[in-house]
T-cell receptor
Framework: AQSVAQPEDQVNVAEGNPLTVKCTYSVSGNPYLFWYVQYPNRGLQFLLKYITGDNLVKGSYGFEAEFNKSQTSFHLKKPSALVSDSALYFCAVRDMGTYKYIFGTGTRLKVLA | EAQVTQNPRYLITVTGKKLTVTCSQNMNHEYMSWYRQDPGLGLRQIYYSMNVEVTDKGDVPEGYKVSRKEKRNFPLILESPSPNQTSLYFC?????????????FGDGTRLSIL
């Protein structure tokens, strides 16, 4: 069965430091992978996606993610965190057999001033 | 402005009283979907639709119904709501059905079933 794991419920990082939010997946076939961000009382907003091609994907607000096929991971990164990056982050994978989407449980990122 | 609009944003109701949450998108998207968000469980897909008159179950479809009579609308129906359906609900849409386009989400509907 397809699945997505976000092993950390919360990640704390100091402003200006690099951040990483982890995601691992289990799918059959080639994965379509996405990162979304959720701010309080809002819907999810798309950050970036991996469909094919370069393993390093660049997205909105300075975020990037590295696709690693051998480790089945798609970690979200940013070189220098901002307090305004504090939010809930979701990793998702598209099930290519059924057209469903599977989301992780979310990671709350807290950037401390 | 491109958007997904859900109504109502908040609803408190009682067990067994039928309710409908509406969802409308103005982007001519083929794919639409409903999710529920619960603490510790993330987002779970309830139903999705590939196009008009084409719907299918997600991972948690029990107790819910949907219909897709027009491309822009995808209402979620709870015919006999129960307290375990208390949750935050999101509608989303994306272009095409190939899965390589991101989803656009509404701002959510917070449902409380007493």
């Amino acid at each position: 069965a397809q699945s997505v794991a976000q092993p950390e419920d919360q990640v704390n990082v100091a402003e200006g430091n690099p951040l990483t939010v982890k995601c691992t997946y289990s799918v059959s076939g080639n994965p379509y992978l996405f990162w979304y961000v959720q701010y309080p009382n809002r819907g999810l907003q798309f950050l970036l996606k991996y469909i094919t091609g370069d393993n390093l994907v660049k997205g909105s607000y300075g975020f990037e993610a590295e696709f690693n096929k051998s480790q089945t991971s798609f970690h979200l990164k940013k070189p220098s965190a901002l307090v305004s990056d504090s939010a809930l982050y979701f990793c998702a994978v598209r099930d290519m057999g059924t057209y469903k989407y599977i989301f992780g449980t979310g990671t709350r990122l807290k950037v401390l001033a | 402005e491109a958007q997904v609009t859900q109504n109502p944003r908040y609803l408190i109701t009682v067990t067994g009283k039928k309710l409908t949450v509406t969802c409308s998108q103005n982007m001519n998207h083929e794919y639409m979907s409903w999710y529920r968000q619960d603490p510790g469980l993330g987002l779970r897909q309830i139903y999705y639709s590939m196009n008009v008159e084409v719907t299918d179950k997600g991972d948690v479809p029990e107790g819910y119904k949907v219909s897709r009579k027009e491309k822009r609308n995808f209402p979620l129906i709870l015919e006999s709501p129960s307290p375990n359906q208390t949750s935050l609900y999101f509608c989303a849409s994306s272009s095409g059905t190939g899965g390589n386009q991101p989803q656009h989400f509404g701002d959510g509907t917070r449902l409380s079933i007493l």
